[in-house]
């Protein structure tokens, strides 16, 4: 009796269908899992449109506006703003140039000696007594060219001269001659000057606040001389010295910024009488 035989693997293989060409696949990796990364959702994956997982829309909403700007400032408002911005500024301006003379200038320093009680203390004397930096030396040589050619300037009256009831001093610049005129005087007489003005002006000033003058000096009463332009050396604002005494036609007074660099101590320096010379001083009190 036959047996059946069962039909070898080849036959097996070459009696089974054909399968499709295309490239041969490979069953997908089983799907890691483990407590740090889940097994991910196909949906998820490969959610779209029609998919439960899709993209939630972002709904913005109708009742957002973009913020009103806020009212513009009235005229009013905006004038008061710029005018204490002008005033902020100039402040600052005045603070910087004074600071910047009283560290530079000559004048500056002499005055910063004489309020800190050390008048006796010279300029080149500051600090460790050596000269200061060349910067430093150009400011003090350009101040004391500037007072020289400007001596009698008053910055403070604008070109006008106006009286005052001479209770207090009035405003001079340190290192003027109009400065040492006004202080050496009261210190002679108790009496300040009562006008303001350039030196060449003090004359006019004198008889508006109606004080004494002539073109010669009392005899034994204190007085402030006065030089117009350009007369004995004077210069274009005219130059203006107390008289301390006289001999003859030649009075003897004491000065300060008489000559290139006298803006930083007084000097001593003779007039002679003649056109261009005026005296002025305060009537005696009976």
């Known amino acids: 009796m036959l047996s059946a ?22 069953p997908l990796p089983a799907p890691v899992t483990s407590k740090l990364f889940p097994p991910l959702d196909g949906r998820i994956v490969t959610g779209g449109l029609g998919s439960t997982q899709s993209r939630v829309p972002v709904v913005i909403k109708g009742d957002l506006k973009r913020p009103e700007p806020p009212p513009p400032r009235s005229r009013e408002a905006h004038r008061k703003h710029s005018k204490r911005l002008w005033i902020l500024g100039t402040a600052m301006l005045v603070i910087t140039i004074a600071a910047t003379l009283l560290a530079a200038t000559p004048q500056g320093r002499d005055l910063t000696l004489r309020l800190s009680g050390n008048p006796g203390a010279t300029v080149g004397s500051l600090g460790n007594g050596q000269q200061g930096s060349s910067a430093a030396s150009i400011s003090a040589q350009a101040t004391a060219t500037w007072m020289y050619q400007n001596d009698g300037y008053d910055p403070y009256s604008h070109g006008q001269v106006i009286v005052s009831d001479g209770k207090n001093s009035l405003p001079w610049p340190y290192g003027q001659c109009t400065y040492w005129a006004n202080f050496r005087y009261h210190q002679m007489t108790g009496f300040w000057v009562q006008w303001t003005g350039n030196a060449d002006q003090w004359f006019l000033g004198a008889q508006k606040a109606g004080w004494d003058y002539a073109q010669k000096p009392p005899i034994g009463i204190p007085s402030i001389v006065v030089l ?56 005696p009190q009976n």
Request: aromatic share 12%; proline share 9%.
């Open 5 to 26: 035989k069962r039909p070898s693997a080849a036959v097996s293989q070459a009696n089974a269908p054909a399968s499709p060409k295309g490239p041969a696949t490979s």
């Open 228 to 283: 117009m332009p350009y007369v004995q050396g004077a210069g274009w604002l005219g130059h203006v010295a107390v008289v301390e005494s006289q001999t003859g036609n030649v009075v003897h007074t004491s000065n300060m910024n008489w000559g290139y660099g006298g803006s930083t101590h007084v000097e001593y320096v003779d007039f002679t009488l003649g056109p261009g010379v005026y005296f002025v001083w305060h009537p």
